[in-house]
């Protein structure tokens, strides 16, 4: 079966950097997607991999590697209001996004 | 964000009731999905829609029916539903169903609860 790991939830603190990981194991690969969501919320598109390496964009970058299934987001200079759930998605053979749960982040003063 | 608007936004309704989930997109995109989202689960895609035609039914119950009148709109019609139904519902679209970056967009939902 097709399946996308993360953590459940993780605490930083403002100003901090934290990494949040994405593992997958999915019917071939087609691009791997972060997205932000607050709560009550919809998601919002964060990132796009596709090849191997970093993506930077701002304060936020992503990371992947094929070859072990695996990607982080890396967040930094963290502030309160990146208080939110980061989910990862994966596009499969068949164009489908498979979805991680989501990692909610909580961010403390 | 208005790129993708629905209605309700919160929803209650008894397991006998007929209601109806709107999506309207205002991209010009030429496809639409239907997502159920419940508490630490994963987002479960419901169905597909591409230049108006049905390109996927991942095996959802026949109590929910989408409808797509055009590319902008999306319904999804409820009927005798159950308790573990209640969940968001999150309508999403993108340019197409093809690859690349094409990212989807997504609605901020309808928050059913069945009773």
């Known amino acids: 079966g097709q399946n996308i790991d993360q953590p459940t939830e993780m605490t930083a603190t403002e100003g901090a950097i934290v990494q949040i990981n994405c593992t997958y194991q999915?019917?071939?690969?087609?691009?791997l997607f972060w997205y932000q969501q607050h709560a009550g919320e919809a998601p919002t598109f964060l990132s796009y991999n596709v090849l191997d390496g970093l993506e930077e964009k701002g304060r936020f970058s992503s990371f992947l590697s094929r070859s072990k299934g695996y990607s982080y987001l890396l967040l930094k200079e963290l502030q309160m209001k990146d208080s939110a759930s980061y989910l990862c998605?994966?596009?499969?053979?068949?164009?489908?996004?498979?979805w991680g749960a989501g990692t909610k982040l909580i961010i403390k003063p | 964000e208005t790129g993708v608007t629905q209605t309700p936004r919160h929803l209650v309704m008894g397991m006998t009731n007929k209601k109806s989930l709107k999506c309207e997109q205002h991209l010009g995109h030429n496809a639409m999905y239907w997502y159920k989202q419940s508490a630490k689960k994963p987002l479960e895609l419901m169905f597909v829609?591409?230049?108006?035609?049905?390109?996927e039914n991942n095996s959802v119950p026949s109590r929910f029916s989408p409808e797509c009148p055009n590319s902008s709109h999306l319904f999804l019609h409820l009927h005798t539903l159950q308790p573990e139904d209640s969940a968001l519902y999150l309508c999403?679209?993108?340019?197409?169903?093809?690859?690349?970056?094409?990212?989807?967009?997504f609605g901020p939902g309808t928050r059913l609860t069945v009773l």
């Open positions: 998605a994966v596009r499969d053979s068949n164009y489908q996004l498979i």
């Open positions: 999403a679209s993108s340019q197409d169903i093809a690859g690349g970056p094409d990212t989807q967009y």
């Open positions: 829609y591409n230049f108006k035609e049905q390109t």
């Open positions: 999915t019917s071939g690969f087609n691009g």
